[in-house]
């Protein structure tokens, strides 16, 4: 396929439908891009060697410019010789020399018109390819956002899942059973070992005291009888 055959593909190519037939854009893309950036590589090489061949042809023309002159002088120089044989034969080369530039004339018409249809198919390839590239990256965004969607996704679908709630009953339970384990800590708590004894001894002398203030008062009793 030659290099206009595949800018005419190229250009005229609809993105959006070729995308919708693969299943993988972004791999699509990226040869597409490659294949623009040949292509262009290609497209800039024609037109420079078409841009060189008309210089080559401008300085032919140029030289011919000047040997028409050289061969109008000779004329006049013979004629002033009275050679007018010569004069004829000087006027023959400089007919063949405007015969020659006449068709470097149209040679350089032809190349400027080659010139202008590359540097016409370069920017419109340019842009072509600056579209794939925008595409490309609107490709790789939508990429990361479906990535970040169904991520968020799925962590919602877990959070909102039996799992999670029977993992939360259970932290909440465990929690209660904290709770209830430091509330009945404190019941049936003893008291301090020193303050009991130190109670125990006064009720115990307290009654000591009442027996034996009942013995005295028993015996003075039987004292009187």
């Known amino acids: 396929m030659s290099i206009f055959s595949r800018f005419r593909d190229i250009v005229n190519s609809n993105i959006n439908d070729i995308l919708d037939k693969v299943e ?22 024609s037109c420079a060697g078409k841009m060189a061949s008309r210089a080559e042809v401008n300085r032919e023309k140029e030289y011919l410019e000047k040997t028409l002159e050289r061969w109008e002088g000779r004329a006049r120089l013979a004629l002033e010789k009275d050679r007018e044989d010569l004069a004829r034969e000087a006027l023959l080369e400089k007919k063949n020399c405007i015969n020659q530039i006449e068709l470097m004339d149209k040679d350089l018409e032809h190349f400027s018109k080659l010139i202008d249809e590359c540097k016409s198919n370069i920017l419109q390839l340019e842009q072509k390819l600056e579209e794939v590239r925008q595409k490309h990256k609107l490709l790789i965004q939508r990429g990361r956002h479906a990535a970040e969607t169904k991520q968020a996704r799925s962590a919602m679908r877990q959070a909102d899942g039996t799992a999670a709630f029977q993992r939360f009953n259970e932290l909440e339970r465990t929690v209660e059973k904290m709770e209830a384990e430091a509330e009945l800590s404190g019941i049936g708590m003893k008291t301090d070992s020193s303050i009991e004894h130190e109670f125990d001894k006064l009720e115990s002398e307290s009654e000591i005291d009442e027996e034996l203030e009942a013995l005295k008062k028993s015996m003075k009793g039987k004292e009187k009888s």
Do not use: G
């Open 24 to 45: 993988d854009p972004e791999k699509m893309i990226r040869l597409m891009i490659q294949e623009m950036e040949d292509t262009l590589v290609e497209l800039k090489s």
